[in-house]
């Protein structure tokens, strides 16, 4: 195996609902989908904006000071 995994069609479905429920870019709905597939809790970016919940995904901006 190289590495790669597709998304699968769960994926996209869930991440089309995510689009249309928070107003998200297909992208960003994308990787919150992947991440809510494979049981992440926090999912650390600075693209998204700090502190934000996406059902049970919440995000942290590692480059926000406290």
Known sequence: MNGFVLPKQSVLSASLT???RYSLS???SLL???CLEAGVDTLYTEDLQ???TYDRLTV???F???
């Open 64 to 66: 926000t000071s406290d």
């Open 50 to 52: 700090d502190g934000a």
């Open 60 to 62: 942290v901006n590692p």
């Open 26 to 28: 297909h992208w960003d």
């Open 18 to 20: 995510l689009s249309g």
């Open 32 to 34: 919150i989908a992947a």
